[in-house]
């Protein structure tokens, strides 16, 4: 089952804020973000894993709740290189690389 | 960080062809993934690449419409079959890298368009 992503997209502008959820109807045993930009490869962000441990992404934060099967990605004073589409993405079981991928959400910063 | 070069980037394809699409990576890596994406959706994980057997196909995907070959740790190919409409999606290899922390490398992707 796909993670859920909320919400669906979101404008904002320069400066502004922004939370992206992803929620997961099974367990996540760790919870990576990427972002896409138009036409582009999806990039790592940052992962996230059981304990709270982040690893990734100096500029951009994110929490993981293991018991609620939800991670939030946190935008803080959105610059116009943070447009794109991002996606949570986990792991379909303990100890492998294949992930499976949130709905995503498209983010659009204007100036 | 790893280095991924796909061929084609693009193409438009007639229904009933089949297309291959090539996966160069600038390192050894033992695991490669292919992905697809439809017109404005998520990723989806065709099969897994595996160096001297066989492709692990996830559910939903069959050799026949996907075989993979992967000859050696830098090179993967994904041939897409018999195409239709429903094949034109953007195609993306991708590596898992060395970092220690299961991170994923994309290529750029090969976007394709049946007609």
């Known amino acids: 089952q796909q993670p859920v992503q909320s919400p669906q997209a979101v404008i904002l502008r320069e400066g502004e804020d922004a939370v992206i959820n992803c929620s997961s109807s099974?367990?996540?045993?760790?919870v990576h973000w990427y972002r896409q930009k138009h036409g582009e490869a999806p990039v790592f962000l940052m992962i996230?894993?059981?304990?709270?441990e982040q690893k990734g992404h100096d500029k951009i934060s994110a929490s993981f709740n293991e018991k609620k099967q939800q991670s939030s990605l946190y935008l803080t004073a959105s610059q116009l290189s943070y447009s794109g589409t991002y996606f949570c993405?986990?792991?379909?079981?303990?100890?492998?690389?294949?992930?499976?991928f949130g709905t995503g959400t498209r983010l659009k910063v204007l100036a | 960080s790893a280095v991924i070069s796909q061929k084609p980037s693009r193409d438009i394809c007639q229904r009933g062809t089949s297309l291959t699409i090539q996966c160069q990576v600038d390192?050894?890596?033992?695991?490669m993934f292919w992905y697809r994406q439809q017109p404005g959706q998520s990723l989806t994980l065709i099969a897994t690449a595996n160096q001297g057997s066989e492709a692990t196909y996830e559910s939903g995907f069959v050799i026949d419409k996907f075989p993979i070959s992967r000859p050696n740790l830098t090179f993967s190919t994904l041939t897409v079959s018999n195409m239709s409409p429903e094949d034109s999606s953007i195609y993306l290899c991708s590596v898992v890298g060395t970092g220690g922390i299961g991170e994923l490398f994309f290529g750029e992707g090969s976007r394709l368009t049946v007609l």
């Open positions: 996230l894993l059981k304990g709270g």
């Open positions: 099974k367990a996540l045993y760790s």
């Open positions: 390192s050894q890596v033992t695991m």
């Open positions: 993405g986990t792991p379909t079981g303990p100890g492998t690389y294949k992930y499976i």
